[in-house]
Structures are given as C-alpha cells and as structure tokens.
C-alpha cells in the first residue's frame, strides 16, 4: 500500500495522558501536513513540516502540542495532558512538492478523551 | 485571514437529479481543489483548478473556477448513491502557503 498509513486509526486516552499519533507519507513525499476535524466541520490546519523541519505551525496550539518529522520515520503529533476538547479526528496529508496542488490524505486517527 | 464558504451546507435529493454546490470567498486563490469525504476516512482529491475561468470534467462532475478566482462551483449530473458524502472545497494563496478547507456541502442521494 503505497497510500499514507496514519496510526492508530482509534485511540482512546484518559484527561491528563499522553496521545502519540503517527503519520508515514506516500513513498516520495517529503511534505507533511497535520489537520483536525471536528463533528460536522471542515478540516481546520495545524502544522506543516518538511524532513525534519517545521514549515509553518500556525494553526497548532501554543501550549501541549508538538510535532516532528524526523530524518528517519514517520511524522509525529504529539498532544501531552489531553483534555476532553482535543477529542477529534486528526488527518495526516502528504504532498511531492512545496507546489500545493493537491494532497493525499490518511484515513485518520479518530482521538477520544475520556 | 482566509475564509471558504461553502453552500448549501446539506443537501439531500433524488437519485438521478442534477445539483450544483458552490465554494466563495472574498480573497483571491492561486488554486482551488475539491474533495470528497466519506465517514470514517479521509478526504479524496477530485480535482484541482488553477486558472480564472477554467472549467474541468470529471465523469458526470463538473468544475468551475471563477474568473476572479475567488469563488468555483461543483455541479454534478444525474447524481448517483454512490456520489454521497462530504464534498470539501479548499484553496490557498500563493502555491506556497497552507492549503484551508471550507466547511463541506454534505450530499445525499436517495435512491
């Protein structure tokens, strides 16, 4: 499957843990970006990274949130002490080129914070 | 700050009508893209439209991007059930930046 492969697909965390979402780009793809979606809204941007740099993060919370796209391995969102309002489903893209003509999306990971 | 509008937001009809749904804002875009989504996956690319007036065909879908670019229109004939789903618009800038969604038309079509 050379789609993008985001995992776990579900994932459920108690107030205060740690969520660790994972995101493998389609093969040859070296950008990444991280969207949230809530219930019956659209896809609302968080953060894209280049290997092993941070393009743009405009749209990720300043505080508990982080990501990375290592040299080696898949991309990373990192929410440390979750809390109920993080629950939502967070969508990984992939592109071939810094040209934004159209990106590939994962299946998702669907976050819920009990 | 860039804002998509997407209209109707929900829209339910009979299985071999025809619609049209509608993606606006009032900033310019160096490119609009429309994508479906089904429940429980992720959104698919349909098309990308690039140039003000440029009109692209996709089986029985149509696109339209405007001749200002800042608005493109998704008209489908004969609508199928297997054309339901979350029907996103999404745009950006400059051919560099970010690319921002709309908050979808959700389509049924009932058979």
């Known amino acids: 499957n050379a789609g993008v492969m985001q995992n776990p697909r579900h994932l459920v965390r108690r107030r205060g843990q740690e969520a660790r979402l994972r995101c493998s780009p389609m093969?040859?793809?070296?950008?990444v970006y991280w969207y949230r979606q809530l219930p019956e809204e659209g896809l609302k941007f968080m953060v894209y990274?280049?290997?092993?740099?941070?393009?743009?993060e405009s749209g990720m919370p300043k505080e508990r949130f982080s990501a990375e796209f290592p040299k080696e391995g898949p991309s990373i969102l990192r929410i440390q002490q979750v809390v109920r309002g993080d629950s939502a489903a967070y969508f990984c893209?992939?592109?071939?080129?810094?040209?934004?003509?159209?990106?590939?999306f994962g299946s998702g990971t669907r976050l819920t914070v009990v | 700050t860039q804002l998509l509008e997407q209209s109707p937001q929900f829209l339910s009809i009979q299985e071999g009508e025809n619609l049209t749904v509608y993606c606006n804002s009032s900033?310019?875009?160096?490119?609009l893209q429309w994508y479906r989504q089904e429940p429980g996956e992720g959104p698919v690319l349909l098309v990308t439209?690039?140039?003000?007036?440029e009109v692209k065909k996709l089986k029985r879908l149509t696109f339209q991007f405007g001749d200002a670019r800042k608005d493109s229109s998704l008209h489908i004939t004969a609508a199928q059930p297997g054309d339901t789903g979350l029907y996103l618009c999404?745009?950006?800038?400059?051919?560099?930046?970010?690319?921002?969604f709309g908050p979808g038309t959700s389509l049924s079509v009932i058979p």
């Open positions: 093969k040859g793809h070296s950008h």
């Open positions: 999404a745009g950006a800038e400059t051919s560099y930046d970010k690319v921002i």
């Open positions: 439209v690039v140039t003000g007036g």
């Open positions: 893209a992939s592109s071939p080129s810094v040209l934004n003509y159209g990106y590939t």
């Open positions: 900033s310019v875009f160096s490119s």
């Open positions: 990274l280049q290997k092993e740099n941070i393009i743009d």
